[in-house]
T-cell receptor, first 112, second 115 residues
Framework: QQQVKQSPQSLIVQKGGISIINCAYE??????FPWYQQFPGKGPALLIA?????SEKKEGRFTISFNKSAKQFSLHIMDSQPGDSATYFC???????????FGQGTRLTINP | NAGVMQNPRHLVRRRGQEARLRCSPM?????VYWYRQLPEEGLKFMVY????????ESGMPKERFSAEFPKEGPSILRIQQVVRGDSAAYFC?????????????FGPGTRLTVT
């Protein structure tokens, strides 16, 4: 029940295309859903996050879509660029627990 | 504004030795979290600490692993009698004191190799 399932495991997108990564969770007590970007040899960097009281949040080219009834959320990267090539992790947390439960990660490659 | 700092960045230990990993949180942050990342896997929570207190250690192995966050100085993750299976990247994250802030900021990690 504490798991967050992420798909796909790897994704190849052409430059300028839309990258879409999906996550699903079971525990309805989760109330904070961040996305992290990780480059090889580096630590994860917080990209964007959403709470369940909104269905969408946009920051620049990055958008989180949240479907509370389906217990799913996704990251959309518009106009994908080679510099976006990285591993992306979704995560979930709940008030009082604060620890992050991470998905398995998606290795994104943007072809020039 | 310095971010989360971890040292060493790389650590090589022989089986049976001790490993000490250090983490200095961002300025103004008093909450520290440790996560472990195995190759090609996501991050797994280990322990959550505030100054001088362990809040949640539900992800920490019962034996050989310990963590502290003293009043002064960095947080320390200690692994005694390391085994090959301890080889991983260990990340520290910190968050502000504010109770409603969920945001966690990660350091660059310590890559532990056990030979």
């Amino acid at each position: 029940q504490q798991q967050v399932k992420q798909s796909p495991q790897s994704l190849i997108v052409q430059k300028g295309g839309i990258s879409i990564i999906n996550c699903a969770y079971e525990n309805t007590a989760f109330d904070y859903f961040p996305w992290y970007q990780q480059f090889p040899g580096k630590g994860p960097a917080l990209l964007i996050a959403i709470r369940p009281d909104v269905s969408e949040k946009k920051e620049g080219r990055f958008t989180i879509s949240f479907n509370k009834s389906a217990k799913q959320f996704s990251l959309h990267i518009m106009d994908s660029q080679p510099g976006d090539s990285a591993t992306y992790f979704c995560a979930a947390s709940m008030q009082g627990a604060q620890k992050l439960v991470f998905g398995q990660g998606t290795r994104l490659t943007i072809n020039p | 504004n310095a971010g989360v700092m971890q040292n060493p960045r790389h650590l090589v230990r022989r089986r049976g030795q001790e490993a000490r990993l250090r983490c200095s949180p961002m300025k103004g942050h008093s909450h520290v979290y440790w996560y472990r990342q195995l190759p090609e896997e996501g991050l797994k929570f280990m322990v959550y600490l505030q100054k001088e207190n362990i809040i949640d250690e539900s992800g920490m192995p019962k034996e050989r692993f310990s963590a502290e966050f003293p009043k002064e100085g960095p947080s320390i993750l200690r692994i005694q009698q390391v085994v090959r299976g301890d080889s991983a990247a260990y990340f520290c994250a910190s968050s502000p004191q504010s109770g409603n802030s969920y945001e966690q900021y990660f350091g660059p990690g310590t890559r532990l190799t056990v030979t």
